[in-house]
């Protein structure tokens, strides 16, 4: 059985990179707004069912309705999976929202508010500051 288990994970990154692929490139539908990311897909054991898991940057609304025009999609998504990864039958897609990289970026906006309050206003804003930009030992003047 662990062959068939690492079947599936070779088929679910395929179907991950193919959809990302086809999202980048050919997907025309006016309802697929913000920055779409493919995070992940889950397949089942018997290659009929797959996950595909997104995260969408934007509203809420912008969100549903990029959801609604990928799910439109989808049989459309499903026979270029069947051609491209030469799969007998393609599994039936569904895409569902993953919030991590908004949970993420939030993070990361409160880690970055928490430290410019541990350093206090105006410090680490001296003009008179090198940028860091130069390499050690280089003059950045010619």
């Not at 290659?47 to 459309?76: C, D």
């Not at 039936?92 to 541990?118: G, M, N």
């Amino acid at each position: 059985m662990a062959h068939d288990n690492r079947r599936s994970e070779r088929v679910a990154e395929a179907i991950r990179v193919e959809v990302a692929t086809f999202l980048t490139e050919g997907a025309k539908d006016p309802r697929i707004v913000g920055f779409v990311t493919v995070t992940g897909v889950e397949v089942t054991h018997d290659l009929r069912h797959a996950k595909v898991f997104v995260s969408v940057m934007g509203t809420e609304k912008e969100q549903r309705t990029t959801l609604e025009g990928l799910a439109s999609l989808a049989p459309h998504l499903r026979s270029r999976l069947a051609k491209s990864l030469k799969l007998r039958f393609a599994p039936e897609l569904e895409f569902r929202h993953d919030p991590s990289v908004e949970r993420a970026a939030r993070i990361e906006t409160l880690l970055a508010q928490v430290k410019s309050e541990r350093l206090g206003p105006g410090i680490g804003q001296d003009d008179d500051e090198p940028s860091g930009n130069d390499a050690p030992g280089e003059d950045s003047t010619d």
